[in-house]
Nanobody, 120 residues
């Protein structure tokens, strides 16, 4: 099993910054890609950014140039640096980890989420 725990959410003014963290524990050696998703009230969950164990990152168009995803494989921690925040970034942010091997208990794992609120 893999456990994911997010932290770092909160209330920030428009134009401000926040840094989210996701700590992974358990069978982390099986994790390949990790990512941040978000879900705003009344909307579907959407991918924000994704990062492999090594290689290129990818971002949703709406956050390109403002958000930076990073990952420390030594500590099994993933980060999302969010700058120039906008009210439309308000959402619950979820940490995701992919486990594509037949020995994985599940193909994906999710954290419980952390709320980010951006005031105008």
């Amino acid at each position: 099993q893999v456990q994911l725990e997010e932290s770092g959410g909160g209330l920030v003014q428009s134009g401000g910054s926040l840094r989210l963290s996701c700590a992974a524990s358990g069978s982390t050696f099986r994790i390949t890609h990790m990512g941040w998703y978000r879900q705003a009230p009344g909307k579907q969950r959407e991918l924000v950014a994704r990062i492999p164990k090594g290689g290129s990152t990818s971002y949703a168009d709406s956050v390109k140039g403002r958000f930076t995803i990073s990952r420390d494989n030594a500590t099994n921690t993933m980060y999302l640096q969010m700058n120039s925040l906008k009210p439309e970034d308000t959402a619950v942010y979820y940490c995701n980890a992919e486990c594509p091997f037949s020995t994985c208990e599940a193909p994906q794992y999710w954290g419980k989420g952390t709320l980010v609120t951006v005031s105008s």
